[in-house]
Every structure is written in structure tokens, then in C-alpha cells.
């Protein structure tokens, strides 16, 4: 059977994006049981509730849901379970380092499968204040609106 290639997306934390100032990002592996591939690979997965914790050198994805496999017995996993993640020590340390120094948080901003393996992107985000996301929003309004001019002026409509 041929390997898969390529990054297929499964889930995505757009909330995240709105909520936080996404600083850095890493690309970590996930420990996870037979049924909950299935599951993912089935793409049924949220992240809206998700965060990372480290503990004892070690970091942990809780509050990610991903649901029971339809067709699992007995051996089917618990929806919200935690779930290692697997980083290098290096990049355990220095989130950990990062985490306790300037207040920032670790979120899951998105659960895919590369090259057949499961990965979660998690971002060291900064919580934003209620004029941040109003400005977000006002930015992304623009930016449509200019879009939209530009595309009405290349067809020739005239307002």
C-alpha cells in the first residue's frame, strides 16, 4: 500500500486566531490510540476548548475533542481526554520558559495528517483586549472592501 504524502487538514481553532496574537508556532506529534486515528481520519475533531499544559517536562493537549469511533467496541478512547505531545526537550523548555516569563498561553491552532502521521500546530499566543479584535475586524472589513473596488474596476463596472 502507498505511503500517504502530503499535509491533509482535519481541524482548525479559528477562534484562536481571533482571540489571541499568535507569537510563534511548532508542529508537535501526537500519542494517540487506534479508534481516535480512525476517528480523525473520519475528520471529525475539535479544537475550540483545547490548550497545552506542561507538566514534569512533558507536554499534554487537554480539552481537545475528538469523538468515539462509530465502529469501535470495548477498546473505544474517552472523547476528552489528555493527550502527550511529542517535542524535543529544547522546545518543551523553552515554551515552559516563555509560558511562566511573559504571561503568554499555548493553544492548538490545528490538527492535520503529515505524510500519514498526526500532527497539531500550537501557537505561544498573547490574549487580545476587546479594541484589538474590534480592530481586527475593522482591518479585515477593509481589506474586503478594497478587494471588492478592485475587482469591480478590473471588469469595467462602474459604481
Do not use: C
Not at 494517540?32 to 499544559?53: H, I, M, N, Q
Not at 511573559?102 to 500550537?122: C, H, M, N, Q, W
Amino acid at each position: 500500500m502507498a505511503r500517504e504524502q502530503g499535509r491533509k487538514m482535519i481541524a482548525q481553532n479559528k477562534r484562536a486566531r481571533y482571540d489571541y496574537h499568535v507569537e510563534d508556532t511548532y508542529e508537535a506529534g501526537l500519542v494517540l490510540t487506534g479508534t481516535e486515528v480512525k476517528s480523525l481520519r473520519a475528520g471529525r475533531a475539535s479544537l475550540v476548548d483545547g490548550f497545552v499544559d506542561i507538566d514534569r517536562d512533558e507536554a499534554w493537549l487537554h480539552g481537545v475533542h475528538i469523538p468515539e469511533y462509530s465502529q469501535g467496541t470495548w477498546t473505544n478512547h474517552a472523547a476528552r481526554r489528555r493527550r502527550k505531545l511529542l517535542l524535543h526537550r529544547e522546545e518543551i523548555d523553552k515554551i515552559d520558559r516563555r509560558v511562566s516569563e511573559k504571561g503568554l498561553t499555548v493553544v492548538p491552532l490545528s490538527l492535520y495528517f503529515k505524510d500519514g502521521r498526526a500532527k497539531v500546530e500550537i501557537g505561544l499566543a498573547r490574549g487580545k483586549k476587546t479594541w484589538d479584535k474590534r480592530h481586527s475586524i475593522a482591518e479585515r472589513q477593509a481589506n474586503r472592501e478594497t478587494e471588492q473596488a478592485v475587482g469591480r474596476r478590473l471588469k469595467g463596472i462602474t459604481d
